[in-house]
């Protein structure tokens, strides 16, 4: 089920008022566990089942870590959660990836090799519900958080279905004790709720889907050569439609649970208006980064071995954080490209560390229009990244970076008149709202303008949804 | 602002959507708008999961948009007792639509195939991809979107302004036809009054466009431009078109083993649109080939009086009384030429 569906809102209406009967506080996690069940079998019914077994192996599984005082019978029992996850996400996730580039090896050393094309199909949100539970079982041979006491309450904290298929990656301090004691949303809560419910499903279907994904989708599925215009205005097109795509589900998943008297942890923190890469990785897709720095940067290292070591860590990182997002080298390209921006970043800024005092820091300090042109600077780089993240293979990233700088002798104009202006439009737009926004919260705002003119902006946001008329696309972070 | 101020903006943000959308509602009422639902996969969806009705409660169509204009579904049903479900698409090519329904074992029903020579015999992506992508969507479906399409059938039978192809933001951004820069590929817009879809899946032109003949013209314009960018195209390989033929022919014969039944029928054009197709596809090398490759029964619109001289108002479909004379023609053909039978023709 998609957010942006009649189908979810129906549910969400008979969830919000199930939830708000008199019922016990355990009815009502019953209530919301079958509902999140419901929720995802409503993509694929079967694959509930490798739901319910990552449940129930990583509750047991997590549970014996914790109270296991036996050194290598510890490690074994991580070893087995370790295998049961990311042998679940390998089989699904990268299967056919493992495959063709073990023939290509084969048929490249000699060997005719050409065993029968698998047909795997991705299970919805393996790759957030996998990184949810692996943080459980880390967490509990760490001994960092106590195990979960009561199945239901593991199986809501992995199934709840607001942040089930992508995210917030959630960590079980942030989520279980929520269970543990009746929630239900204060009026403000629920008002609070709708609010960030209605935002996320515009930038969803308004902004992504009907004002940028049509320009992005033309210019990475033509075949030919671009004019420079057509091929930034469609790598500008899809650097906002991915935002407000996945910006959008995790507003809308937010929204959700505070409608429910819960809150999720922050995905997105105006990730345009970054000045530099580590900034970035602060505020873009926040709980993938905080989970990628504190259960893979940190155990390989971290900045804790020196900087070589360092510099590895953060380059391995940002490979298997490329790797997680598709099974695709063109996205251990992408991460690798952000893994190089973040070492020429961290070389620069230690360079300058190393020579200046505190005195110096304070006085250079840039201007507000400085850290605007640092900000511009970082957003066109990443819009260079996100060539290889949208281009199926390295023969479309490479023509698209050869139209955009101008190599194309011969580029073709493909987009209209009509889809320029929507780009001109969004973006610049997308640019100056990440940047003013930059250090504030959008409830906050929210809160400062008067009754009348929030009322206007949220009426506008709920017409513009119902005249697009563009319900149910699926998100484009459901294939990660 | 206060919590009691979000109320309050939560209030005036219903109170304005309400009045708006009701607003909007009775101004395209008042205009004459009708419903007209979305054509898009999962309508069709709807439809192809009625393929499997008893042979004697059900006729399945595919094609391009001649057929959708020009049968009548209440005629139809009402003359034969049983249903016309409507698979046709528009500007597309049958074929995958037809591989579809031979590559299903449990469709073993009667099959009418509409044959648009310049649809039905090419191998253009922009024609195959509609069908393509719908025969994908109906396979892939998830119970959630079955239950979308409910809820949005049930919204979409109450409210005009639910219309994406005629008002939908982009539609109306579409509208402005604003002039892009040379070399640039536009495609062409269909004035609204051109296509309305009905919930089975018939489309007609609405009274107004039977009487601008402006609008009319207009459409006739959209042919033209199909037409001037189809110039200096190199013909078809023949190896290409025999190919075609021999698809055709397998899932004829794959539908035809399972005891069910294929008919292929050429609907009426007219003017110079109906010249024209004379002459880029002479009909002994395609239409009565293709009888002649498949072994199938045919009615082709000029070898029958009843129904040869219709005059379309754009050249290539009918008008909606037309529609209701070639339907109840076409049904006597069928039952009286054909030997088909039906509930209410025995």
Redesign the interface.
Same mark, same amino acid.
């Given at each position: 089920?998609?957010f942006n569906?009649?189908?979810?809102i129906?549910f969400l209406a008979v969830i919000l008022v199930l939830h708000n009967l008199p019922f016990s506080w355990k009815t009502k996690k019953v209530n919301l566990l079958l509902a999140s069940y419901i929720f995802y079998?409503?993509?694929?019914?079967p694959f509930i089942l490798l739901l319910w077994l990552s449940t129930v192996v990583d509750f047991f599984v997590g549970r014996a870590l914790y109270t296991q005082e036996d050194p290598t019978k510890k490690k074994l029992l991580l070893i087995v959660s370790l295998i049961g996850n990311l042998g679940m996400l390998c089989f699904f996730k990268y299967g056919t990836f493992f495959l063709e580039n073990f023939v290509a090896f084969t048929n490249a050393i000699g060997i005719d090799f050409h065993p029968a094309e698998p047909n795997i199909i991705l299970p919805a949100g393996i790759s957030f519900y996998t990184f949810t539970t692996l943080c459980y079982t880390i967490d509990m041979y760490r001994k960092e958080s106590k195990p979960v006491k009561s199945m239901l309450d593991f199986s809501l904290f992995v199934t709840f279905f607001p942040h089930l298929v992508a995210g917030p990656i959630v960590r079980p301090p942030q989520l279980v004790p929520q269970f543990e004691n009746p929630h239900a949303a204060t009026?403000?809560q629920m &008002?609070?709720g &709708? &609010?960030l419910l209605s935002l996320g499903l515009f930038m969803k279907v308004?902004l992504a889907d $009907?004002m940028l994904a049509?320009s992005a989708d033309a210019v990475f599925n033509s075949t030919d050569m671009l004019t420079a215009l057509d091929a930034w205005s469609g790598v500008f097109a899809f650097s906002g439609q991915i935002f407000f795509d996945f910006a959008g589900y995790s507003t809308c998943a937010i929204g959700v649970a505070l409608c429910l008297g819960f809150v999720l942890p922050q995905n997105f923190n105006y990730p345009y208006a970054a000045i530099g890469f580590s900034d970035f990785w602060k505020r873009w897709h926040i709980t993938l980064s905080a989970w990628l720095r504190d259960y893979l940067y940190i155990p390989l290292g971290g900045n804790r071995n020196g900087v070589r070591r360092m510099y590895f860590a953060l380059m391995l990182t940002m490979l298997l954080g490329g790797l997680w997002h598709g099974a695709n080298w063109t996205f251990v390209v992408w991460g690798g490209l952000h893994g190089l921006y973040l070492w020429v970043e961290k070389f620069v800024k230690d360079g300058r560390a190393a020579n200046a005092t505190e005195e110096d820091v304070v006085a250079n300090m840039p201007s507000q229009w400085v850290r605007f042109l640092y900000a511009l600077l970082t957003f066109m780089l990443i819009n260079i990244t996100w060539v290889f993240f949208r281009s199926g293979t390295f023969a479309k990233a490479w023509q698209m970076l050869e139209s955009m700088f101008g190599m194309a002798t011969e580029g073709?104009?493909? !987009?209209?008149? +009509?889809a320029l !202006?929507?780009i001109v439009i969004v973006i610049p737009a997308m640019v100056m709202a990440h940047w003013l926004m930059r250090d504030k919260k959008v409830l906050d705002v929210?809160?400062?303008?008067?009754?009348?003119k929030? $009322? &206007?902006v949220?009426?506008a946001m +709920?017409? !513009?949804l119902?005249?697009?008329?563009?319900?149910?696309s699926s998100f484009i972070y459901f294939q990660f | 602002m206060l919590q009691k101020s979000i109320s309050k903006a939560a209030l005036f943000m219903v109170a304005l959507v309400v009045l708006t959308t009701i607003g909007i509602e009775i101004y395209l009422r008042t205009h004459g708008v009708e419903i007209s639902y979305d054509d898009g996969p999962p309508l069709w969806s709807d439809k192809r999961a009625m393929v499997y009705e008893p042979v004697d409660k059900s006729v399945v169509f595919i094609g391009s948009s001649r057929i959708k204009y020009d049968l009548d579904i209440p005629s139809w049903e009402s003359l034969t007792g049983c249903h016309a479900v409507q698979l046709a698409i528009e500007g597309s090519c049958p074929r995958p639509a037809l591989e579809d329904l031979a590559n299903d074992p449990a469709f073993k029903g009667r099959l009418i195939v509409d044959v648009t020579e310049g649809l039905f015999f090419s191998n253009a992506p922009s024609n195959l991809e509609s069908p393509s992508s719908n025969v994908k969507y109906f396979h892939d479906r998830t119970p959630a979107q079955r239950a979308s399409f409910e809820l949005n059938r049930l919204l979409e039978s109450q409210l005009v302004l639910l219309d994406k192809e005629g008002f939908s933001l982009n539609a109306r951004l579409d509208a402005l036809e604003l002039p892009s820069r040379p070399g640039v590929f536009m495609m062409p817009i269909f004035p609204l009054d051109f296509g309305r879809g009905t919930f089975e899946r018939q489309q007609y032109m609405t009274p107004r466009f039977m009487a601008d003949t402006t609008l009319q013209q207009k459409v006739i314009g959209v042919w033209n431009f199909f037409r001037e960018a189809g110039k200096g195209r190199p013909p078809m390989p023949a190896e290409a078109l025999a190919a075609i033929f021999q698809s055709v022919k397998d899932a004829t014969d794959k539908i035809k083993a399972r005891g069910g039944e294929v008919l292929f029928v050429r609907t009426p054009s007219s003017g110079p649109f109906w010249m024209g197709e004379q002459k880029s596809f002479p009909r002994e090398k395609y239409w009565e080939h293709l009888l002649a490759v498949t072994g199938c029964e045919g009615i082709h619109f000029a070898d029958y009086p009843a129904i040869d001289h219709f005059v379309c108002p754009e050249l290539s479909h009918l008008s909606p009384t037309d529609a209701v004379v070639f339907t109840r023609h076409f049904v006597d053909i069928l039952h009286q030429e054909k030997g088909w039978k039906f509930p209410k023709l025995p």
């Open positions: 089920m998609v569906s009649y189908t979810f129906a079998a409503a993509w694929n019914p009026q403000k &008002l609070d &709708l &609010l308004v $009907g049509g073709k104009a493909l !987009l209209t008149s +009509i !202006l929507k929210a809160y400062q303008v008067s009754w009348w929030l $009322g &206007l949220w009426s +709920i017409l !513009l119902i005249w697009a008329q563009e319900s149910s | -």
